[in-house]
């Protein structure tokens, strides 16, 4: 682990050089690598357990096993058996051990053995896609900017864990105290289906940087690139134990927020989910971060840039089959300009290429399983129901290529004439329907965007720049975009307000969520006491 500080600054410079180089959104949509798998023929037969360093193999194999499926085909991909409590000891155990190692090394240290993994996964970025893509359903186009995302967000914190430092304040006579950031211990990641290894490195990496340890559990429905991760890490020469992966659904989960040696609770998924989390956490006066659901606007007023504001309508309701819970799923567009805006993106969503997801030449790749399709298709009926428009989509659909036609595939949706009391308006869909509704003022359209107990996100397109700023200024909503949508920087916070969470993920303020600040008074006089 020792090492010139000298090599150490050079590799970080390297990195964020090569960090620049990354390709963006339109970079990524021409980028072509030799492809290793194809839909239907990845089987998974490693053990998905990753603690003391290694794969592990469950001991208890009484333990019922659950099938994981390939969303573009419908296939079983592997078998996944949930850790029981000696399991998730054993994780916690391991997790508590690398502690008191990691824990005590300088920050330049803990960034070499992250800048590592951050070089592996770059080498690695295709096979970590395609993989993600079989697990999951999306679009290998989009799995590399999620692979992309999980290396800049753990370069991003290695530099961060070199800055950590306390203060120093004078005190009268002489005295003084001086403040130390330091971490938490164990900390648990808990993470949903919709963007598994982006998920386990926005909570991982700035988990590390501060010198804490974890166990993370990844969602039962795509449990398989968490455990790429942790072998990464292992490769980057992380101490044993230091990043562990255990797998269940909630007994495994619920067995993780009781556990007396974890330190804190991060997790991503419903709000319902995240409730419980908040209230088994506060039984052991654990932080959580919690990072829960949405319901977002995003408004589009009759001065905008309709070619930008119809595309940014796209970005906000399709990415990832429509489960991103930041989406902008409650459109709210200026009357004066609906029918142009309704042509326009109607005319887009039908061009969208579905199918195999692994072709990159799709673009909508297969929802994550049968279950969800069939709820997001009843949530198109119910609209209809409620006296919605279809203008597009809404239906399951079937590709040509026959491996395909078990796979959950629906195309894009797009509701008109909706209103703010319909069902598709109010609950999260998480699915490709995008609710049109029609405004006339700016504040009414305030009023209505912000009539929601959910705050993730938000979302204004105009030219006027001052009604831009003063309309973000009064969105109940954590995570803004002023003239584009759904762009997640790394270096920047994001969060929820109201009930779609507490705490954020990315930027510096992360920091102040993985680690807790202890204060330390030093006397320089005599003791001045009052007895
Ligand atoms: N705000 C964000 O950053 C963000 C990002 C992605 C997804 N989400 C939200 O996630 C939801 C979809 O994901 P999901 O269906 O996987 O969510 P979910 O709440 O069903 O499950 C999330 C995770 O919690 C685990 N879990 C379930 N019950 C538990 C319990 N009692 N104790 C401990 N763990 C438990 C699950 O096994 C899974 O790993 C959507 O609401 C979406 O908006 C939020
Ligand atoms: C990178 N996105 C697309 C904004 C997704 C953020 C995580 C939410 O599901």
């Known amino acids: 682990m020792k090492g010139s500080n000298f090599r150490i600054l050079k590799h970080l410079k390297m990195n964020l050089l090569r960090s620049l180089r990354t390709p963006g959104l339109r970079g990524a949509l021409h980028y072509t690598e030799t492809r290793t798998i194809t839909s239907g023929t990845l089987h998974i037969k490693d053990p998905l357990n990753f603690w003391c360093g290694g794969r592990v193999n469950l001991k208890d194999v009484k333990t019922k096993s659950e099938p994981v499926y390939e969303p573009a085909t419908g296939r079983v991909l592997c078998q996944l058996q949930a850790c029981g409590a000696a399991d998730v000891d054993a994780a916690v155990g391991s997790a508590s051990a690398a502690f008191t190692v990691w824990s005590k090394l300088a920050g330049m ?15 690695r970025r295709e096979e970590i896609a395609e993989i993600e893509v079989v697990n999951n359903g999306k679009s290998i186009t989009e799995a590399r900017l999620d692979v992309d995302s999980a290396r800049l967000c753990i370069e991003y914190f290695a530099a961060q864990a070199t800055t950590l430092s306390g203060q120093h304040v004078q005190l009268p006579g002489g005295s003084f105290a001086y403040t130390r950031r330091e971490p938490l211990g164990v900390c648990v990641g808990i993470g949903a289906w919709n963007y598994p290894f982006q998920i386990v490195a926005w909570k991982s990496a700035p988990a590390i940087a501060c010198g804490n340890s974890m166990v993370f559990k990844p969602s039962p429905v795509t449990p398989v690139t968490a455990v790429l991760l942790a072998e990464i890490y292992s490769q980057a020469g992380a101490p044993e134990g ?29 709000v319902p989910t995240g409730k419980k989390i908040m209230e ?32 940014g309508a796209l970005m906000a309701n399709f990415l990832s089959q429509g489960q991103v819970c930041s989406n902008g799923t409650r459109v709210f567009v200026q009357s004066s300009i609906l029918p142009q805006f ?29 279950p969800h399709l069939e709820k997001v298709l009843a949530y198109v009926k119910q609209a209809k129901k409620e006296g919605a ?52 003022t700016e504040d009414e359209v305030l009023r209505r965007a912000n009539d929601s107990a959910l705050g993730l996100a938000a979302g204004v397109f105009t030219k006027d ?45 992360t920091i102040e969520f993985y680690s807790q600040l202890k204060t330390v008074v030093v006397e320089m006089g005599d003791v001045d006491s009052l007895f």
């Open 342 to 370: 309704l042509k326009e993106v109607v005319r887009r969503t039908k061009a969208i290429q579905i199918g195999d997801p692994l072709l990159d030449e799709t673009r909508m790749g297969a929802l994550v399983s049968k």
């Open 280 to 311: 088994m956490a506060s039984r052991g006066v654990k932080p959580v971060t919690l990072e829960l659901g949405g319901k977002s606007p995003l408004i589009i007023f009759e001065d905008s840039d309709l070619e930008n504001a119809v595309r």
């Open 242 to 270: 230091l990043f562990n992966v255990v797998q269940g659904g909630q007994e495994t989960g619920s067995l993780l927020c009781h556990h007396p040696s974890v330190a804190k609770i991060s997790f991503t998924g419903s």
């Open 465 to 509: 720049v001052k009604r831009a700023h003063r309309v973000i200024e009064n969105l109940q909503a954590g995570s803004c975009f002023i003239n584009n949508y759904n762009i997640t920087p790394v270096e920047v916070p994001f969060g929820g307000y109201k009930a779609s969470g507490i705490g954020r993920e990315n930027g510096q303020v």
């Open 389 to 440: 428009r279809v203008l597009c989509g809404g239906e399951p659909f079937i590709p040509a290529d026959s491996k395909l036609k078990a796979g959950y595939y629906m195309t894009p949706c797009v509701l008109d004439g909706c209103t703010d009391d319909m069902t598709c308006v109010r609950e999260e869909i998480f699915g490709p329907v995008m609710s049109v509704l029609s405004f006339e």
């Open 109 to 123: 240290e803990r960034a070499k053995v992250m800048l590592e993994a951050a070089r592996l996964i770059e080498k």
